[in-house]
Each structure stands twice: as C-alpha cells, then as structure tokens.
C-alpha cells in the first residue's frame, strides 16, 4: 500500500526548533520528490518548498528561507522537515506529499499526502 | 510572484447541482494548474492535474479545463461526499496554492 507516514503531534516554545518526519512507502522512494506544504487553523495551503529524494536538491519558499531545512534518508525512505526560530504563527498542520517532479518543483503535482502533523507553538 | 485568485471563496449548492470553480492566475501559468480536495480534518486529495487530467480514482463528474491564465473546476452532478474544500495550485514559477473555494450544501 502506497502512503506517506507522518510523526506525531509536537508542542513547542517560542524559538524551539521542530523537526517532522514522513517516511514513504509502497513505492520508490528516489523516484520522486517530497513537498511540504502547512495549513494554518482554519487558513489555506501553504507552499514550505520541495527536496528531490534522488539527490537532494532542494528548493524552499522565500518566506522559509534561512529557517527550514528538508532532507531525506534514502536508506529509509524518509523525509524530513526542520524548521527553526518556531513563532506563534507557526502554529499550523504541517503535510509531506509525494511530489511528480525528481529534478525540480517546476510542473509538479503533489499525488500522495501524508495525514499531516500538527505542530502548535505556545509558550 | 504568480498570485492564485479563486472565485467565489464559498459557494452553497445542492446534490445534483452542476458547480463551476474558476482560478485566475496573474499571469501566464500555460497548463500547469492542479486541483485539490479537502474534507475536514483531511489531508488534500489530488482531483485534477495540468489543468484538465483527471487523476486515477477521482469519479468523472469531476473536469478541468482552461489555459494561460483562467481556468475552472467543473463538478457535473454534486453528490453528498463532494461538500469540501476545493484548492487550485499552480507550478508553473515557483509554487502557490488558491485561497480556497469552500462548496457547502444548501
């Protein structure tokens, strides 16, 4: 069965950092690349950035620069996204998709989506 | 940056109604316009992609269709289970999701 398995909920204080992993499985993982995208409470979807799970490349959203890193565990078929400086804004549900595109986010799609993991930021 | 304008950003109707989603782009995004649905608690669910590809699995009462900068989400016959959120999301420079047309039931 093909899925993107997300960690559980996190809580965290101002200026923490977290760090959400999604572990794929049902296909191969390096054939594709990993998004993320994040929805605030009652907001939209959010574009965080993309990695290639071929070879690592990444791109991120301007807005995440400097704060977000995503990489992958290929032995494992994992993703991961940290980000850093957490704000009360960052309160959010944070979900890793399969994305089409292996070389670069441009023309992709996002076909598979984990369940999402919810990240609250609270002092 | 490319901004998403969906329209209306909410919609009430009624099983068997036809429903029509359109997205504008600020500028020329070619074909590279995917749809998406999202149910409460849900994660999205991918419907429809380069503009007027129906996904595996989606029903086709579902279409797509448009290019360059205006496109729409068709829904032929409105059936319970389709009362969601719908998101359009483009790829074509950078990546940008609509603000969302939110389908409620009349």
């Known amino acids: 069965q093909i899925h993107l398995l997300q960690s559980g909920a996190e809580v965290k204080k101002p200026g923490a950092s977290v760090k959400v992993s999604c572990k794929a499985s049902?296909?191969?993982?390096?054939?594709?690349?990993i998004t993320w995208v994040r929805q605030a409470p009652g907001q939209g979807l959010e574009w965080m950035g993309w990695i290639s799970a071929k070879n690592g490349n990444t791109k991120y959203a301007q807005k995440f620069q400097g704060r977000v890193t995503m990489t992958t565990d290929t032995a494992t078929s994992t993703a991961y996204m940290e980000l850093r400086s957490l704000r009360s804004d960052d309160t959010a549900a944070y979900y890793c998709?399969?994305?089409?595109?292996?070389?670069?986010?441009?023309?992709?799609?996002?076909?598979?989506w984990g369940r999402g993991t919810q990240v609250t930021v609270s002092s | 940056d490319i901004q998403m304008t969906q329209s209306p950003s909410s919609l009430s109707a009624s099983v068997g109604d036809r429903v029509t989603i359109s997205c504008r782009a600020s500028?020329?995004?070619?074909?590279?316009l995917n749809w998406y649905q999202q149910k409460p608690g849900e994660a999205p669910k991918l419907l429809i992609y380069a503009a007027s590809n129906l996904q595996s699995g989606v029903p086709s009462r579902f279409s797509g269709s448009g290019s360059g900068t205006d496109f729409t989400l068709t829904i032929s016959s409105l059936q319970p289970e389709d009362f969601a959120t719908y998101y359009c999301?483009?790829?074509?420079?950078?990546?940008?999701f609509g603000q969302g047309t939110r389908l409620e039931i009349k």
């Open positions: 999301q483009q790829s074509y420079s950078s990546v940008n």
């Open positions: 998709t399969r994305d089409t595109q292996i070389f670069d986010p441009q023309y992709g799609y996002f076909d598979l």
């Open positions: 049902g296909y191969t993982f390096s054939s594709y690349g």
């Open positions: 500028q020329t995004i070619i074909s590279f």
